[in-house]
C-alpha cells in the first residue's frame, strides 16, 4: 500500500525558534513566541506560521488549531519595527515581506477548520488582524485591542479594514481605525471583535470548553461551513490586498512613515502638526523633509 503524502508531521519534528507548535488530543496549538518584544512578527514568524498551518491543515488527526501569545503581555503586537525600518532602506523588498504576510493569513483562513484566538495579553495593530483571521476568540479580561496605523503611519490593510466592517459594523470600524483608542476586553465583547470575555485565571478553560464543543462537531460539515462563512471575507480580502501590497510598497518611505519610526525609535509622539503644516503652506510633503529632488532645465 502506498504511503500518503498529505498528512501532518509530529509537532517535535518541527525546529521553530519564533513561534512554538503542538499537538494533541486532537488540537495543535500555535504560539506567537517572541515575548521579549511583545510578540511581534518577523519574517522568520511568518515563515515558521506558514508552515504550522500547512501541516494543521493536513493533519486529519487535528480538530481544531488554537492560536495564542507566549506569556501574559501581549497576544500579538503586529510588525515588527526593525524589520519595517529596513524597507526605509529597500523599500522595493517591502512587497515580498507582504507576499508572505498575505500567504500566512490565506493559510489561516483557509485551514479547513476551526480556529480560537486565544487573547493572552493586549491585541494591537497586525495583531489584531490575525485575531480577525480566525473563526472565535477568548480573551483574558484585562486585555485590551487597538490599532495605530493612522498614528504610527500605516495603513492596517491586511485584514482590518476588509473585516472590522463586516466583524463590528461600519461605524465601529472606522472608530477603531480613525481614532486608535484602545478597546478594553469588556467592550470588545460587546461590540463583538471577541465572542468572550472571562477572568484570567479562567482563560484556559474557556478555550478547552470550546475546544472540546468543536471536536464534537462532523469534520467534513465543519469546512464546508467555514468554507461558505468565509464568501464575504473573501470577497473584501481579495478585491483590495492586491493592490493594497502596491499602495503599502510605493508609499512605504513617505515622510508620514519615516516620521512614525523616527518617534518611535526616540520615544516621543510624531510631529502630526509639521506633517499637517507641510501640506498646508504647500512644503512638499510627499517628500521627506520637504526636499523634492531637483528637476533640470
Known amino acids: 500500500m502506498a504511503s500518503r503524502k498529505f498528512v501532518g508531521k509530529q509537532s517535535k519534528e518541527f525546529d521553530f525558534k519564533a513561534i512554538l507548535y503542538d499537538k494533541k488530543d486532537g488540537r495543535a496549538t500555535v504560539t506567537f513566541n517572541r515575548p521579549d518584544v511583545l510578540n511581534a512578527v518577523n519574517h522568520q514568524m511568518l515563515t515558521e506560521m506558514s508552515i504550522a498551518f500547512k501541516d494543521a491543515s493536513w493533519d486529519d488527526s487535528v ?12 497576544f500579538c503586537t503586529g510588525a515588527d519595527l526593525k524589520d519595517q525600518k529596513e524597507f526605509l532602506r529597500r523599500p522595493r523588498e517591502y512587497g515580498k515581506w507582504m507576499g508572505d504576510f498575505i500567504e ?15 487573547l493572552n ?34 495603513v492596517p ?21 480613525f481614532l486608535n483608542e484602545e478597546i ?3 467592550k470588545a465583547e460587546q461590540w463583538g471583535l471577541v465572542n468572550w470575555s472571562v477572568p484570567r ?25 467555514k468554507q461558505q462563512l468565509n464568501f464575504w471575507r473573501d470577497l473584501s480580502w481579495h478585491s483590495t490586498i492586491g493592490h493594497g501590497r502596491d499602495w503599502l510598497a510605493v508609499h512605504n518611505t513617505s515622510p508620514e ?19 499637517r503644516r507641510q501640506w498646508a503652506e504647500d512644503g512638499s510633503p510627499e517628500w521627506l523633509d520637504g526636499e523634492m529632488p531637483k528637476l533640470k532645465d
Open 63 to 74: 480538530a481544531v488549531l488554537v492560536l495564542t501569545g507566549a506569556g501574559e503581555r501581549a
Open 104 to 118: 500566512v493569513h490565506e493559510r489561516l483562513r483557509n485551514l479547513g477548520k476551526p480556529v480560537i484566538a486565544r
Open 121 to 154: 495579553g493586549i491585541v494591537v495593530g497586525g495583531g489584531n488582524e490575525f485575531n480577525l483571521s480566525c473563526d472565535l476568540a477568548v480573551a483574558a479580561d484585562d486585555i485590551y485591542i487597538r490599532h495605530v496605523g493612522t498614528s504610527h503611519g500605516s
Open 157 to 177: 490593510l491586511a485584514g482590518a479594514t476588509q473585516f472590522l466592517p463586516l466583524t463590528v459594523g461600519d461605524r465601529r470600524a472606522r472608530e477603531i481605525l
Open 184 to 186: 478594553p476586553s469588556a
Open 201 to 225: 485565571a479562567q482563560l484556559d478553560a474557556k478555550v478547552e470548553e470550546i475546544v472540546e464543543k468543536l471536536k464534537a462537531k462532523f469534520p467534513e460539515k465543519t469546512r464546508y461551513t
Open 257 to 275: 512613515t519615516w516620521e512614525g519610526v523616527r518617534a518611535f525609535e526616540e520615544k516621543r509622539k510624531p510631529d502630526y502638526d509639521a506633517i
